[in-house]
């Protein structure tokens, strides 16, 4: 008899266990966060390569010398060749016998990229300026501000999920999200122009208002596409300018933006490095029942950041 009620006391233990394992019993601790995006704010890094140039080189060609940028590409979107273009400040081209002031990367930096968990760094390469050497003969010491600035075509994207269903005022039992959320979840891939500040809110019975920032997150300055081609010079008045599209992969639905004219794509001027947009979706074509579906933000500018060195000149003797 004892031995009955022990097996089966053992037979209860494990039926108890195996519905915790299969998940009828309580949970406890955090469920993963799978991401989509590496992320970041940074699409390139760039630096004066080592001792190219020197701190201090000598006067009248007693010594040359080469100008070198590592670039690398940190973020997630691949810069195509002749993408990158890189230009020279600060010293007179002449005095120096430099062979162009501007050059363009020769090979694509691919973006950091993402399988799973495991994360491939992005491309890197080296931009020379070719040889220099000073060539007047100054009596004494004189120092140049030697700048390089960078130009290159960049995207970022972002993805968010917001709630939808044909009447947006009519409540249900059945809801499984809500038509009116501040906070909508976003996630933005690596690069310096970010999508945040995502927003839905019922506008009547068959329109939802979408509420986004366009934000940029780098110290560098942001141009619409196709602004630099040659050199990365001027262009002061097209600057803090984005070229933003906003669509459902699979064409669920139309967006329309006012910035945009009532288009889903346009370019929105930057104040203060952020510009709030505002776009209506229309469902009244769309089911009964309330669901999730997808919003896909694309940013696409050319983004302009520099270095800077101090170059020292030597009398020879």
Do not use: W
């Not at 329309?256 to 490095?273: D, P, R």
């Amino acid at each position: 008899m004892k031995r009955g009620i022990l097996v089966i006391l053992l037979i209860s233990v494990v039926l108890i266990s195996g519905c915790k394992d299969f998940g009828f019993g309580k949970k406890t601790g955090t469920q993963p966060q799978h991401q989509t995006f590496v992320g970041g704010t940074k699409g390139v890094e760039i630096a004066f390569a080592q001792e190219e140039p020197p701190n201090i080189i000598l006067d009248n060609g007693q010594e040359t010398f080469f100008i070198t940028l590592l670039i690398r590409n940190v973020g997630e979107f691949n810069i195509l060749s002749g993408k990158l273009i890189a230009s020279l400040s600060g010293i007179p081209q002449s005095s120096f016998g430099i062979r162009s002031m501007n050059i363009v990367n020769s090979f694509e930096l691919i973006g950091v990229s993402k399988d799973r968990e495991f994360v491939t760094p992005g491309g890197e390469d080296l931009l020379e300026f070719g040889e220099a050497s000073y060539k007047p003969d100054v009596p004494g010491t004189i120092s140049f501000p030697l700048r390089t600035d960078i130009c290159y075509t960049y995207q970022n994207k972002a993805v968010s999920s917001i709630c939808l269903k044909k009447n947006v005022l009519k409540k249900s039992f059945a809801d499984v999200c809500e038509m009116n959320n501040n906070n909508v979840a976003v996630e933005n891939s690596g690069g310096p122009i970010h999508i945040t500040n995502v927003r839905q809110n019922s506008a009547g019975n068959n329109r939802i208002k979408i509420s986004f920032k366009v934000v940029d997150k780098d110290v560098g300055t942001v141009f619409e596409p196709g602004t630099f081609s040659n050199a990365c010079v001027g262009h002061e008045d097209d600057k803090d300018r984005v070229k933003v599209t906003i669509t459902n992969p699979q064409n669920n639905f139309n967006i329309e933006c006012t910035q945009f004219g009532g288009g889903n794509s346009g370019t929105v001027k930057l104040i203060n490095n952020e510009k709030d947009v505002n776009c209506l979706i229309n469902t009244a074509s769309l089911q009964e029942v309330s669901y999730k579906d997808i919003l896909l933000f694309t940013a696409d500018y050319q983004y302009r950041q520099a270095v800077t060195t101090t170059l020292v000149v030597e009398n020879a003797g």
